[in-house]
């Protein structure tokens, strides 16, 4: 059984893993509520509400602790001040309950997320349902980055495609601030989206060359922001639904063109959707209707998987290691570190 920290950003998160059951228990306390009104997370800040609440959530797995054979946490990347609440916290689990303890890279965790319901359904017959959808394109979505991947079986994970510059959920935080929309903003463009039409605004779609895979996204809030400028504010609110469509409609457009001229790049066997922006649910369509004309399975992270998680952490630790499924009466526990 892996116990995992995540603690990179502004979720504090605990999971564990059975690899023969699947994820058993997973707490998570979000930050964003107290980093809102900053317009984005203050690194001091957080740091000192993972101390706060890793403790408290660790209460709620102290029947679990026994059954434990070995501690996962994030490791980077992320803000230091805040990977180091939950490597402290690991190490002295790691040490009180004598298991091997391993740091996992966020970036991994994130690709290898969208495999946590195959796992669920397939377990103890994970591997072999795996091995058929590698190669794998994962598109990885979050509020600090934007990538796809290429996921091989030997679990080399190599990046295809990537933003020069904001993050597809940075496009959306700072689209959202210059509509004067809360943090964090991509959730509420999503819902305002709903009843607009995308149409009526255009705005730039990073760069237009097919053969190159790299995005960009900060030309989109510029031209969002000279937009505003030529409307008084009433326009911008009677008009909002229909910015926030069209700002949407030109992230996600991008993050699909890429997508499907990388297919064209590789021979893929599987697409797979991870991060927070994955829960915006015209990207999980639109992939979905891109995956069906590529004739390929599109593997997506559940919402609740999609934003930083500690599931996703143990999950990583549980596929990098290469531990059997079932591995329940794990090896004599000893003290090491192994980086993944
Ligand atoms: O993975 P995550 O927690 O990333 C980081 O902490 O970096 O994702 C957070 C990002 C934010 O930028 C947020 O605006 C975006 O994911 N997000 C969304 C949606 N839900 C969250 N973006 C678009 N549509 C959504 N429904």
Redesign the pocket.
């Known amino acids: 059984m892996i116990l995992a920290i995540e603690s990179s ?3 504090s998160a605990l999971a564990l893993f059975d690899p023969a059951k699947g994820v058993v228990r997973e707490l998570i306390s979000s930050q964003a509520a107290s980093h809102e009104k900053y317009g984005g997370v203050v690194p001091e800040l957080a740091s000192r509400m993972h101390l706060t609440a890793l403790p408290l959530l660790l209460e709620g797995f102290r029947g679990d602790l026994p059954l434990v054979t070995r501690i996962a946490v994030t490791r980077g990347p992320g803000l230091l001040p805040c990977l180091s609440m939950g490597v402290t916290m690991a190490r002295a689990l790691a040490m009180s309950l004598k298991c091997p303890l391993v740091g996992v890279n966020h970036l991994r965790a994130h690709v290898h997320s969208s495999f946590i319901p195959l796992h669920a359904q397939s377990a103890p017959d994970f591997s072999a349902a795996k091995k058929a959808l590698l190669p794998h394109l994962g598109m990885i979505v ?4 934007t990538l796809l991947v290429r996921l091989d079986e030997n679990l080399k994970i190599t990046v295809v495609s990537r933003t020069v510059d904001d993050a597809a ?2 496009a ?2 700072k689209g959202a601030r210059l509509l004067g929309l809360p943090y ?4 509420l ?2 819902k305002l989206a709903q009843t607009g039409d995308k149409s009526l605004f255009t705005f730039p779609r990073g760069i237009p060359e097919k053969a190159d895979l790299r995005m960009s996204f900060s030309g989109l809030k510029t031209a969002l922001r000279y937009q505003l400028e030529k409307m008084s504010d009433e326009q911008v609110a009677a008009a909002l639904p229909h910015l926030c469509a069209s700002y949407q409609d030109a992230i996600l457009a991008q993050l699909l063109a890429k997508t499907h001229a990388a297919l064209g790049q590789g021979a893929y066997r599987s697409i797979g959707l991870s ?3 994955g ?3 015209s990207l999980r369509e639109r992939l979905q209707r891109l995956a069906q004309q590529h004739k390929l399975p599109l593997l997506i992270a559940e919402p609740k998987h ?3 998680n500690a599931s996703m952490i143990a999950f990583a630790a549980w596929t990098e290691i290469g531990l059997p499924e079932g591995d329940a009466a794990a090896p004599a526990p000893q003290l090491t570190v192994e980086v993944v």
């Open positions: 950003c502004d979720e979050s509020g600090g980055n959920g940075e959306f935080d964090p903003g991509g959730a463009i999503e991060g927070g922006v829960n915006n649910r999609c934003g930083d």
